[in-house]
């Protein structure tokens, strides 16, 4: 079977498409033949070793994933052979086949197809988590987007929505802010060319931001953190931009607010329950229509060049996919 391969720590040049011994079910797992393997911004840096998390080559990147279960090990429950499942592997899907734990599978219902699936579970796992768990955000509050139109940034805009937000969305261009609108953002922020601090004041009339959402970093972090009202709270999702801000601790004195981090991989590994209550939440909502799970572009396997080159380019809108079968 063919697989993209990580041969040894590099740019995406060093990516090879090579052919590959099929997986065999273990104790506990399925093999899931692979419809779409959906990548993130982080694919972008796991394969330069530059990520948190840092296998070793070689290895596949793509850390989530839709398919059909085409075998079971012993031990496997909840699962037939045919099911339309999806999943989130750190790394690793991007092949035609994949062997996974059994426990780190979902349904797909039957309303929501494979491609829109396969970008469910780490984008809006880690903006629900984000939202629900670690912001505490209630309706009626106003939620602040950063990187409003990326992947993060997108699920965040609709879960906001979803969850009764007012949604600010920021962006560095007039096309992304009008796709992040189309999505549930009733305000925007040009960052690029508009001072975004005073963009936020006056859209809440002075008082201040109650809920920022970060996935961007640099810059962008402390005005944001300046723009937030009495017990705010600020979302440190990611570091798109490439710098890790050091804003001063005393604006969090002054505005008796919160920094908060963010990491969903380690939500799933701790809280496996509470992770569990958020994936049948977001199936139901994208069942319903509520999230769109908007796809960017489909690109078969042997174009992961472009698809790499998209994300690293700040080009996506929402999801980008490798395609391995169709529906
Ligand atoms: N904490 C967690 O558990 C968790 C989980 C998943 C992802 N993340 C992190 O979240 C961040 C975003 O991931 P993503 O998959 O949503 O990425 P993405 O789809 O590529 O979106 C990133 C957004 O960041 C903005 N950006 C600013 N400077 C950029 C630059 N130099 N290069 C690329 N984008 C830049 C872009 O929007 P503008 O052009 O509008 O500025 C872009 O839309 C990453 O740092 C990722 O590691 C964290």
């Known amino acids: 079977m063919k697989a993209l391969i990580c041969p040894s720590l590099g740019p995406v040049e060093n990516l090879k498409v090579m052919d590959v011994e099929p997986p065999v079910a273990g104790p506990g797992e399925a093999v899931v033949?692979?419809?779409y393997a959906a990548l993130n911004f982080f694919d972008t840096l796991i394969i330069e070793g530059k990520y948190q998390l840092?296998?070793?080559p070689p290895f596949s990147p793509a850390g989530e994933f839709s398919g059909r279960v085409v075998a079971l090990g012993p031990g496997a429950g909840g699962f037939a052979v045919g099911d339309r499942v999806m999943g989130s592997t750190g790394y690793g899907a991007a092949r035609e086949k994949i062997a996974i734990a059994a426990s780190r599978l979902a349904h797909v219902p039957d309303g929501l197809p494979l491609d829109k699936a396969a970008g469910l579970s780490i984008t809006y796992g880690?903006?629900?988590?984000?939202?629900?768990?670690?912001?505490?955000?209630?309706?009626?509050?106003?939620?602040?987007v950063l990187g409003a139109s990326g992947g993060v940034g997108l699920a965040a805009v609709e879960i906001g929505r979803a969850m009764g937000a007012r949604v600010v969305a920021c962006a560095s261009s007039n096309d992304k802010l009008e796709f992040a609108r189309r999505y549930g953002a009733a305000e925007t922020v040009n960052y690029a060319t508009q001072d975004l601090r005073a963009r936020l004041k006056e859209l809440t009339g002075g008082k201040g931001v109650d809920v920022v959402y970060d996935p961007v970093g640099g810059a962008l972090t402390e005005a944001?953190?300046?723009?937030?009202?009495w017990k705010g709270r600020l979302l440190v999702?990611?570091?798109?931009?490439?710098?890790?801000?050091?804003?001063?601790?005393?604006?969090t004195l002054l505005k008796g607010c919160d920094i908060r981090g963010v990491y969903w991989g380690e939500f799933v590994n701790r809280e496996p329950d509470a992770h569990r209550d958020n994936m049948s939440q977001l199936l139901g909502w994208a069942e319903s229509g509520a999230l769109s799970v908007h796809v960017h572009a489909k690109f078969p396997l042997e174009d992961y060049k472009k698809a790499f080159e998209a994300i690293a380019k700040r080009q996506t809108l929402g999801k980008t996919l490798l395609r391995f079968t169709e529906e």
């Open 224 to 229: 944001a953190l300046r723009s937030l009202a």
């Open 126 to 144: 880690t903006s629900l988590h984000a939202l629900k768990q670690r912001a505490e955000m209630k309706s009626g509050e106003t939620l602040v």
């Open 237 to 251: 999702i990611g570091f798109a931009s490439g710098e890790i801000p050091r804003p001063p601790l005393n604006l």
């Open 54 to 56: 840092k296998p070793e």
């Open 33 to 35: 033949e692979v419809a």
